[in-house]
């Protein structure tokens, strides 16, 4: 009697840890093998995945794909809550766009993505809206000036060398800063914040430049 009880305590255990370990794939995106990464994109060499170098304050974000949404609130018409799925539905944007980080390194990528553009077509725009915050699940944020965005039309990625984005490169969206320094390249964004006040990120309060256009001075000090 007792042995059985230990046998159904033992199976109850195991079948538990079997559907755990299931839910927690589905909500950790790693490479798909199903996508083969591109190596060139518009005539150029692209930096393989594995390459190309990593920093997050606070290390991987894993988010959740079926309960995820992209908020988008502020000096906008209508607030929008988009699903990774609506996400996914709208116009798709691909372009070759260099990062580089102010520690001096940088790769070469493919990135696919929805445009700001776009989204704010959906949402509308306030006049006198100037600034735009991209918050993130790890706490982090930053700032990019709104005709920046708009003129550059600047896109959220969610493929990188066309593979969709896994979770330690910003699964699901990261902002592709066309030629503003990586720290201005949002990972795990969650919230769009549209406003006419000047902000201050994560790293601009730490004395770093808030324009961050690259090949300029980045930091107060040096
Ligand atoms: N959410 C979040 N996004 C972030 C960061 C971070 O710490 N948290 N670091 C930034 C910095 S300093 C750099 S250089 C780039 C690195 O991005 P990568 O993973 O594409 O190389 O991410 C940027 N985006
Ligand atoms: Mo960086």
Partial sequence: MVLYAW???????????LVCGCVEKQQTPTLNASEKEDSFYDGRELTSIDEQRNNAIKGTQFINKETYTLQVTGMVNRSLNLTYEELL???VADRFVRMDCVEGWGFDARWTGVTLNSIFNDSGLQPGAENVIFYCADGYSTSLELDYLREKDIM?????????????RGFPLQLVAEGRYGYKWAKWITHIEVTDQPYAGFWESRGYSNVAIVGERAYEFF
């Fill in 7 to 17: 046998m159904s305590t033992i199976t109850f255990v195991v079948v538990i840890l």
């Fill in 89 to 91: 539905a709208l116009p």
């Fill in 156 to 168: 959220l990625a969610y493929r990188l060398n066309n593979v969709t984005l896994t979770s330690d």
